[in-house]
């Protein structure tokens, strides 16, 4: 099947750093979606990609979806404590009926006051 | 508020029992999803229904079933045939028909076994 590898598996950062992650596959995407997850909650959506080359931001938060289709990034800028969780990516190969979400193993966020 | 309602928050299941995890969503949203996360590990998919009263087996089915009788509503039962239960079990719903497709998760069920 299918397969995301995303990385780093986790990081530690000092506040105030930057932070790049990023999801590769052997497979082309159409959709490229970024979650994060606190201990204990459901992800929460971040950012949506839908066109390769596209670059979205939300916040300090920047996500592209790669020229080829087959990557993804996301760049957190200035990093503060509450940025600690679990970032996932999320691929989504066509629409319509089949709707079935490739997802990475996750991105360990740790942030050093 | 509109969202995805998981219950109950944590569960523990008897050897041989069976439990059911409650999901419902006022999002009036079509397609509704279960996944099963283990700790490392991506999302898993166990099952997922795409309108009222069908649904379709995930990539991890074995040992669960599901029911869709309210688009508001899609529960999922562990069953004894499942050996290795513990785990975080998320349920997601999006709106079908839409070019923005994305993927709502409720807050989770951690299920573990006594």
């Known amino acids: 099947g299918q397969q995301l590898n995303q990385s780093p598996q986790s990081m530690f950062i000092q506040e105030g750093e930057d932070v790049s992650m990023n999801c590769t596959s052997s497979s082309i995407f159409n959709t490229w979606l970024w979650y994060k997850q606190d201990p204990g909650e459901g992800p929460v959506l971040l950012i949506a990609?839908?066109?390769?080359?596209e670059l979205t931001s939300n916040g300090r938060l920047t996500a592209q979806f790669g020229i080829t289709r087959k990557d993804s990034f996301l760049n957190i800028s200035a990093s503060i404590p509450s940025d600690v969780g679990i970032y996932f990516c999320a691929g989504l190969r066509s629409g319509g009926s089949n709707y079935k979400l490739t997802f990475g193993k996750g991105t360990l966020l740790t942030v050093n006051p | 508020d509109g969202g995805i309602t998981q219950s109950p928050k944590y569960l523990f299941r008897k050897e041989g029992q069976n439990v059911t995890l409650s999901c419902e969503q006022n999002l009036n949203h079509d397609a509704m999803y279960w996944y099963r996360q283990d700790p490392g590990q991506g999302l898993r998919l166990i099952y997922y229904?795409?309108?009222?009263?069908?649904?379709q087996k995930g990539d991890i089915a074995e040992g669960y079933s599901v029911s869709r009788e309210k688009k508001e509503s899609f529960p999922l039962t562990v069953t004894s045939a499942q050996k290795n239960p513990t785990a975080f079990y998320l349920c997601?719903?999006?709106?079908?028909?839409?070019?923005?497709?994305?993927?709502?998760f409720g807050s989770g069920t951690q299920l573990s076994v006594l």
């Open positions: 229904s795409q309108i009222v009263n069908d649904f």
């Open positions: 990609l839908y066109k390769a080359g």
């Open positions: 997601a719903s999006r709106r079908q028909g839409c070019s923005n497709e994305k993927l709502f």
